[in-house]
């Protein structure tokens, strides 16, 4: 009986910050290496980690084809043309660039190997001095992708918040929301929860825009007009209870966080502020509705503590497993 083996493909992130040290440190931690984990990144650089954090166990073989790839295992694949100037806790160009190669890379290869992606953190700033002129991880990987829509899914097991707008000013949240929009994004969620997650019968809390749901038009219209609408056809269209549109504070107190299976929320801050109070550093990001599973650790660079050995490995730990289990469910589903 052949065993299937995914291919979990593990972008470079910005590789001044904590990237490194918490793919080495989750990947250590796993009960046992039963896919093909590929680093799409530099053995120069991992070895460099390696030494300054004084991790001696971490074995991996580097490779010059994906193809080469048989058994089980930890690889590190170097990307070519990237200039590797180690500098921990510093923002610099070719670390932004490098990183934004591996996302392509990664995306490439996923999509041919029909693998998945786990995205440490980058630096958005240094990013866009590397060349790549993205917001953020999910827009870029979708763009490479063609521009499949997506969904930005915060899980923090307790709690899961998917992002109806993504990385805007507060500003100019209003005039990118819409009926379309927002049912649109509804019913990515509830396939998302049907068949990446297994829940049946989902139940989808949306949140308000303005305080007290506007209290009737007082503080403005956007419930009455778009969001009530793209509720009531989540409803008819879906085998799904849609509670809301409600206020955040009403949407994120304890009665309603245990019966919720996730919240379709306007902006960003609506939803990763709940969601980092209850479970930071062990949520992960996940980007529902792709042709692939992508997922990343739900927090930052962390350049104040680079280097230094003691960043919390559990948040990417978290990503490895949910790639595993999403690349799963979709393949039974199949």
């Not at 007290?212 to 609408?229: M, Q, R, T, V, Y």
């Amino acid at each position: 009986m052949e065993i299937y083996m995914k291919k979990i493909f593990i972008t470079l992130g910005d590789y001044n910050g904590i990237g490194v040290e918490i793919v080495i440190k989750s990947l250590l931690k796993l009960p046992s290496i039963e896919n093909q984990y590929i680093i799409l990144g530099s053995d120069k650089i991992y070895n460099f980690y390696k030494k300054i954090l004084g991790i001696k166990n971490f074995k991996f073989k580097t490779i010059e084809s994906i193809d080469t790839i048989k058994d089980s295992g930890i690889y590190i694949y170097n990307i070519e043309n990237i200039n590797i100037d180690i500098k921990p806790g510093e923002l610099t160009k070719d670390a932004g660039e490098a990183a934004g190669k591996s996302i392509v890379l990664a995306t490439k290869y996923a999509k041919k190997y029909n693998g998945s992606i786990v995205t440490p953190p980058i630096n958005k700033e240094s990013l866009h001095m590397g060349g790549f002129y993205y917001p953020g991880h999910t827009e870029f990987i979708s763009n490479l992708l063609g521009n499949e829509k997506y969904l930005m899914i915060l899980d923090g097991e307790i709690i899961r918040v998917a992002l109806v707008t993504t990385h805007l000013p507060l500003k100019d949240v209003s005039k990118n929301l819409s009926e379309d929009i927002i049912y649109s994004k509804g019913l990515i969620l509830y396939n998302s929860l049907v068949k990446d997650y297994g829940i049946k019968n989902p139940t989808i809390g949306i949140c308000s825009l303005n305080p007290h749901a506007s209290d009737g038009g007082l503080f403005g219209d956007e419930e009455k007009k778009i969001i009530e609408p793209a509720a009531r056809k989540l409803r008819t269209s879906t085998n799904c209870n849609i509670l809301g549109p409600l206020p955040s504070d009403t949407m994120f107190t304890k009665s309603f966080v245990e019966k919720v299976d996730a919240y379709l929320v306007m902006y960003h801050d609506q939803g990763l502020i709940p969601l980092k109070l209850l479970t930071f550093g062990k949520g992960i990001n996940f980007t529902a509705g792709l042709s692939i599973v992508r997922t990343s650790p739900d927090h930052g660079t962390a350049f104040n503590i680079a280097g230094k050995g003691i960043a919390d490995y559990h948040s990417m730990y978290n990503a490895l497993i949910s790639a595993d289990l999403f690349m799963e469910s979709r393949r039974v589903l199949k």
